[in-house]
């Protein structure tokens, strides 16, 4: 027998608090899907989601970030627009291309159902909800202060900045606004989710903004998103015997944020 390392997800945390004894009542899900972070490159880490998911919720939409992602591809990569939004939307689909037998093998107790953003920015209630936020973002200084604070941790986990050097500070400038920008559209995809009926969201870790949003803290957001449920799942490293080979996974954890 092999030791053979796997990860077992359970509930970190829930906003608003008071619902985590009822979320059982609760019986379908939206899990969130962050391309590019490690969570959701690692098999054994998706499985450990899926399994938790299928084991708590009847229903599941998979919400696969692929139109958004491109403004990680700029962030990160320097590609600039359709050129950035081709190798997203490529991204989204070898995703689900690659991880679809994870979902299938669970489908037995939840329904997964795919959604990419890419199809949800075509609605026009997408549009909407987005100028709502960029409104939000300019007129009340809590949610501003919020999404500023989202940009400025994003941009400090992707690049080191350089001091005192014009053309480095202009460039982060721009990541900066692709950081909101990315924040703001992410909020309005989640309102038209919600506003389907879709309240429990479901991500492996911390984001801080909608765990905000979902405790009753910035309440001029539109109006289904206030209905918002925050699930924060853990995943935790276990050691299990069996015949496969032992994993190579010696990440930590917890990956936080998009």
């Known amino acids: 027998m092999i030791q053979n390392y796997g990860y077992k997800a359970s509930v970190a945390k ?31 880490r998706i499985e450990a989601c899926i399994k938790w998911i299928s084991e708590n919720f009847q229903a599941c939409v998979v919400l696969v970030g692929d139109s958004i992602y491109r403004l990680t591809i700029e962030i990160r990569q320097g590609l600039k627009g359709d050129e ?27 329904q997964f159902k ?5 199809q ?3 609605q026009l209630e997408f549009e909407m909800y987005y100028q709502d936020f960029q409104c939000l973002y300019q007129k009340d200084q809590s949610f501003q202060g919020m999404v500023n604070s ?9 690049e080191q900045v350089e001091k005192e050097n014009k053309q480095i500070k202009e460039s982060l400038q721009e990541k900066r606004h ?6 703001l559209e992410e909020s309005a995809l989640f309102t038209c989710l919600a506003k389907e009926g879709w309240q429990v969201f479901v991500y492996p870790g911390s984001i801080k903004t909608f ?14 998103l206030k209905q918002m449920i ?29």
Not at 114 to 118: D, P, R
């Open 211 to 224: 765990e905000e949003i979902s405790e009753g803290l910035h309440p001029q957001v539109p109006e289904p």
């Open 178 to 183: 692709l950081s909101i920008t990315y924040l």
């Open 14 to 44: 829930v906003f608003p608090p008071r619902l985590r004894s009822s979320l059982s009542e609760y019986q379908k899900c939206v899990f969130i899907i962050s391309l590019g972070s490690k969570n959701f490159v690692d098999n054994q």
């Open 114 to 118: 795919f959604n990419m953003t890419s």
């Open 150 to 158: 989202f940009a400025q941790t994003y941009l400090n986990r992707v």
């Open 84 to 110: 950035a939004r081709l190798e997203a939307i490529r991204t989204g689909e070898k995703f689900i291309n690659e991880k679809f037998f994870l979902f299938e093998k669970y489908s037995g107790s939840c």
């Open 230 to 258: 925050w699930v924060s799942l853990r995943l935790k490293r276990s050691v299990q015997a069996g015949n496969a080979k032992a994993g190579r996974e010696t990440k930590k954890d917890h990956d936080v944020g998009q």
């Open 120 to 122: 949800i920015e075509k």
